[in-house]
């Protein structure tokens, strides 16, 4: 039970891995099934900054065990003032074709299109005025706007190793939980 007999005495050898300096990931299952990830920096000296992922896909941050706060709010403190620069640091931007007509009964065109983010504003081709902000998540009556307005491409936030084309759950959740989201 990690006791040893040294010198006649009985001592207990304690793992000091988990308070050594650098960077240490958990992943722990919570009692509905979902894995829920965290991640802890612990320097040489100074304050320990752990990040914690709840079962809502929202990532937390903990400043020496303090109190919790959005991690975005930690970014913005950074300089990351809204969402679209949040957004940058971890998506690349695509052009999508918003010309083709998206049938609702097939989950696989809605999933690669729907519930991606707009990475631009875009406005209305005729007017100039703006019909979807930039981090706005596209859905099918969002879609249908667009393609009524005339609108052929829009710039959406993907990622290459997402099948889905860059709809990141645990951001999105994240930035809706920030109090300070623009």
Do not use: C, M
Not at 32 to 59: C, M, Q
Not at 76 to 103: H, K, P, Q, S, V
Not at 105 to 112: H, P, T, V
């Amino acid at each position: 039970l990690g006791t040893f007999i040294i010198n006649g005495a009985e001592r207990v050898i304690v793992s000091q891995l988990h308070r050594s300096p650098g960077v240490v990931f958990e992943e722990t299952v919570h009692p509905n099934g979902s894995k829920l990830y965290s991640a802890r920096i612990i320097p040489f000296r100074g304050s320990w900054v752990e990040f914690t992922v709840d079962i809502h896909d929202v990532v937390y941050v903990h400043i020496d065990k303090k109190k919790k706060f959005p991690a975005t709010a930690l970014l913005r403190a950074f300089g990351y003032g809204n969402d679209e620069d949040i957004l940058r640091l971890f998506f690349t931007t695509r052009e999508l074709d918003l010309t083709e007509e998206i049938d609702p009964s097939k989950a696989a065109q809605r999933r690669d299109v729907l519930g991606l983010l707009l990475a631009e504003e875009v406005a209305d081709p005729d007017t100039g005025e703006i019909i979807a902000e930039i981090a706005e998540e596209l859905t099918l009556e969002l879609y249908n706007r667009l393609q009524r307005a005339g609108v052929k491409k829009a710039r959406v936030f993907s990622s290459g190793s997402d099948a889905r084309g860059g709809e990141s759950p645990l951001l999105k959740n994240t930035l809706r939980k920030d109090p300070t989201s623009s």
